[in-house]
């Protein structure tokens, strides 16, 4: 077990290092710093003069050190757009989105989790039907459509929820619902099939034949192995659903990440989108590690030698 | 008190698949008595798991099966409610599976299952259930049963995965078991180990034994009693002395046959073996199931399907010939070999 942690933690430490080599390169690449920092009509001298200060004449590996000593002491450099600390806008934006990501898994593995299950122990019936069919619109449908869609009904219409701001719970409900079902088809399908091959298994049928009951073989004997692969996806999509919040987070007002990551590219702030490049790439590699620790949690295989 | 275990009379599965229904059992009669090993003969495919799982009522969803009745210990069991059925198995009848590698959860320790199964059967201490765990564990000659409690399946040898899964099947002391291919899937030297173990089991507790088995070798010194099946059909039943010493049914005839004998097979000489292969069993019969396989068919085999025969108390055959095996030419099993592998 300990070997096996080190080594997903050493892959872990290694997807961070790549993506703060690119999220580095961004900045030096998309023109020049010094340039960009010194404004429009800085001359010559000045744009030189912003390159010694700020140091953007050393060698790119010496600045690329530097920049990851501060990032370790918590210092994202500063946003000259917003006069600001990156540190301190993003502490202010992360914690929305963390709770809309988190609400949204939550959604969609409570709806397509149960779904895949009753649909897997009695196929072709009513409720597989309906679940693929739930499976099927949540594919087909844009999620900016659909988040509209809810809008519409739920605050213009029904006027039971706020249609946009960050203020109370009540304003996470819709977004969460939106970004959630986007994720469902897919979870509900894979967890649908994995019972479908679980339930068939020999250890299944011993379970059976040793008089176990029910409740017993489908969670305990089946949802516990057809669950191993929804984990991984579910990681996958929690990421998916991060990049989409952008979306669904404008469309909502929801002053997340996402907004923050909209607002920012409008104004060309490369500061902060250098920061939630790297905030959301280390996020998608603890999702994989926390993944990967729980699948070693389920299976014993993967765990005990 | 004394009556049978298990009687089963007029035992029929039929599956639906696309358009037509396949019949892989059409008429088994079995009875298990009190003590005795009974054991289930025949090609792979002949329909003994399909047989032993509708004792168990674990068929698959597909399969209509139907008797005239399934008697454990006098209770009809075949129209049983699921309820009922979960009380029974694992409790009064037990199954042990052909493939140890596969038949135990992955996902949890060895210890952690038996206690399950027995805390399903019985209000019994998490500790008590352990420690009958141990305990069986032992007699089924695990090495160190304590430290195997909090192992894992994949970390045991496949033997040893079949001794637990008997050990499973004796946690709650069933008055039947039934063993699908045991030894099957597991080393040749093994499978002489397991199958003794079953015997000495089954001879210190006296229970009902079904050895499901395609290999005619193994049964000899373990079975009471042989009912070869054949095409979803019983073709033979009679003790073991009599169906190995002489055998009535051709089809037993051949199977005997194809069994190499230490000492007297030499090496390089080609065994015999039974041309042809099981067909697939769908539509009602119109002639002797074995017909086309048969080296001494005759044209009444022809006329319609064949009733079993009783020749004496337990000793039955589906078969039109004279039950005199010493009658007929073995010559023809050559013969017909020849033509085979001519074809
Ligand atoms: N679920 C099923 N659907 C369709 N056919 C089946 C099914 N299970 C078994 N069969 C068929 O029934 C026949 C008997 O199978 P089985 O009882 O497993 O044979 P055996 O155990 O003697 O090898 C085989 O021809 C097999 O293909
Ligand atoms: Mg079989």
Known sequence: MAAFITKRLALTVLVIIVTSIVAFMLVHLSGDPAAAMAGEGATDADIAAVRETYGFNRPLYAQYLDWVAKLLQGDFGRSYYLRMDVGDVLAEHMPITATLGALALGFALLLSVPLGVFAALWPNTMIDRFSLWLAVAGQALPSFLFALGLMYLFGVYLRWLPISGTGSWQNYIMPAIALGYYATPAIMRLTRSGMMDVLQSDHVRTARAYGLSPWRVIIKHSLRHAIIPVVSLAAVQLGFMLGGSIVIETIFSLKGIGYLAWESIQRADIEIIQAILLVIATAYALLTLVADLLNAALDPRIRVS | ?343
Do not use: N
Not at chain 2, 291 to 317: F, Q, S
């Open chain 2, 1 to 343: 008190m004394d009556g049978p275990i298990l009687e089963v009379a007029g035992l029929r599965v039929d599956i639906p698949v696309d358009g037509s229904t396949l019949r892989p059992v059409r008429r088994v009669d079995l009875t298990v008595g009190r003590g005795e090993t009974v054991a289930i003969v025949g090609e792979s495919g002949c329909g003994k798991s399909l047989t032993a799982l509708s004792i168990m009522g674990l068929l698959p969803r597909s399969a209509r099966p139907s008797s005239d009745h399934v008697r454990l210990k006098g209770e009809d069991i075949s129209k049983a409610s699921p309820r009922r059925w979960r009380k029974l198995r694992g409790d009064r009848i037990a199954m042990i599976f052909q493939d140890p590698m596969t038949a135990l959860d992955p996902c949890y320790r060895i210890g952690d299952q038996m206690v399950e199964i027995l805390r399903q059967h019985r209000s019994i201490s998490r500790s008590d259930a352990q420690a009958r765990a141990v305990e069986l564990l032992g007699k089924v000659g695990v090495p160190t049963p304590e430290e195997r409690l909090s192992q894992f399946p994949h970390q045991l040898s496949g033997g040893l995965r079949q001794r637990v899964m008997i050990a499973m099947a004796l946690l709650c002391e069933p008055e039947l078991v039934i063993a699908d291919e045991p030894t099957t899937a597991l080393d040749v030297t093994i499978q002489a180990q397991i199958l003794r173990l079953l015997r000495d089991i089954q001879r210190e507790t006296g229970i009902g034994l079904v050895l499901i088995t395609h290999d005619l070798g193994v049964v000899a010194g373990v079975a009471d009693r042989i009912v070869v099946m054949y095409g979803g059909e019983v073709v033979e039943t009679g003790t073991c002395d009599e169906v190995l010493g002489a055998p009535l049914h051709p089809y037993t005839e051949g199977l005997l046959r194809s069994i190499p004998v230490p000492g007297e097979t030499r090496q390089g000489e080609r065994l015999g073996f039974i041309p042809g292969v099981v067909p697939r069993q769908s539509g009602e019969q119109t002639s002797c199931g074995f017909l086309k396989r048969c080296p001494y068919a005759m044209a009444e085999c022809a006329g319609g399907p064949v009733a079993i025969r009783d020749i004496a108390h337990g000793r039955g055959v589906r078969c039109l010939l004279p039950p005199d095996p010493g009658a007929r030419d073995p010559g023809l099993w050559t013969r017909f070999e020849t033509e085979e592998v001519a074809s």
